[in-house]
């Protein structure tokens, strides 16, 4: 069989790593801006719970069909999905369109980022990997340096809509590359796929989501709705799991959880996706409605989390066959609480410099913690199961950020609405609209303005002191990896 070229499907998978960073911070940096011209501020957080929703619904179910039908065939698929839904995206004309096509969008993601993970783990040794995951980590964020810029910049001059379709080129010569040069092992099973367990854990987390999206803003959190979507999504996870404990081949095989570094690593990459949304989804917002900086300059807060993560990314790979996968996480995770810390004190006068310097911090425990688990975690399973190991630990990252997402915007909606009870104003959450654009902003009566933004910091700053919790609660966490020494593993 022809041999896989390494460093062209290497150089594919860092493009498609690119397309995944880019996302992940260009449509933050565009939202206000999205937001103040098709309104709906309320529903500001479905644009990324809808996204995340899917990709992580699809994440397990996509590793799994990695491991039956093989990397290459399921990578094209997602980025397909990923791609089309990238250019109806660009094309919404209201805040309802632009969430059904980020639902499309997010189907497609679910399998690029993982899948380019697993590919890396199949093509190089255990030796290698801890090398070149760093180097991935490192060009994830170095590509994630250049999308709040990019996406300032297009949304002064060309449009919002370019946010999107800026993934088209670059996600076609990703696809292209790994086509051509990857090479797979046959694969004669005949494949058995659990869609039983990948619909009830969709229907399971989407009620789980609307709940936490829609709680205490479309109706009270003591409530008939919120006591029938708390019993509905806790039925569906405990049927999903009885049913995945007796599926000839579950999308969660459980039995990869019993490998203590597999069950510490996700549980804190759960936390850390909660941290990860709640940074990057209200950063641009803080700085651009209440410090009234520019897009650029709020794209310019997040770059400072992407130069973070790729340098601890870059030094995590060394670190870990140094000292070891525990010293290494747990490095990480003092930094996120650093980082959390000084966002809980944050105040409008620091001026986004301050912001800048907690994303950094945030940027290096990210970067340190992420790469320590892909790298661990595929060194402790088989190629077998690699696909879906990596899923498992992709997918508790995007379920933090799904909760995480969720559970922050309810938190910031019904904070803004106390707030303008408290107060006695009969504001509504569309009036934040107006502190998204200058344009708005200079329109609004010096008392107003002041109310508004004084109402937007003090409900940031509660969603700050949320992430502070998890990234504690990841600390914690990381303390159960005591003993993980490096990458070294018992699997043949």
Known sequence: MEKTKRPLVLASVMLAMFVSAVEATIVSTAMPSIAAELGGFSQYSWVFSAYLLMSTVTVLLYGKLSDIFGRKRIFTVGMLLFLIGSLLCGLATSMDELIIFRFVQGLGAG?????????????YTREERAKIQGYLSSVWGISAVTGPAIGGVLVVTIGW?????????LGILSLLGVLLFLKEPINNNTPVIDFKGAALLMVALSSLLYLLVEGGVSFDWLSIQSFILIVVSSFLIILFILVERKAVDPIMPFEIWRNKTILFANLVSLATGVIL??????LPT???GVMEQPAAIAGFTLTAMSIGWP???????????????FKTSLAGGVFLVIGSLLFVLMEPSFGPLWAAMSSFAIGIGMGLTSTAFIVSIQAAVSYKQRGAA?????????????????????ILNSSLLRYFAENGQSYSLSSINDLLSKKTRIELPVEALSFLQQ??????????????????LSLVLILGLRGQRGVKSNVK
């Open 111 to 123: 399998a690029v980022m993982p899948i380019a993970t697993t590919i890396v783990g199949d093509i």
């Open 161 to 169: 809509e370019y946010v999107f379709w800026i993934n088209l080129p």
């Open 277 to 282: 949304i709640g940074i990057s989804s209200y």
């Open 286 to 288: 803080y700085v651009t």
């Open 311 to 325: 340098l601890a990314a870059f030094f995590s790979g060394r670190l870990l066959l140094k000292i070891g996968y």
């Open 390 to 410: 990596t899923a498992s630990n992709m997918f508790m990252r995007n379920l933090g950020s799904t909760i995480g997402v969720a559970l922050l915007g309810s």
């Open 455 to 472: 109402a937007l910091a003090d409900s940031l700053q509660i969603v700050y002191l949320v992430t502070a919790f998890f990234a504690m």
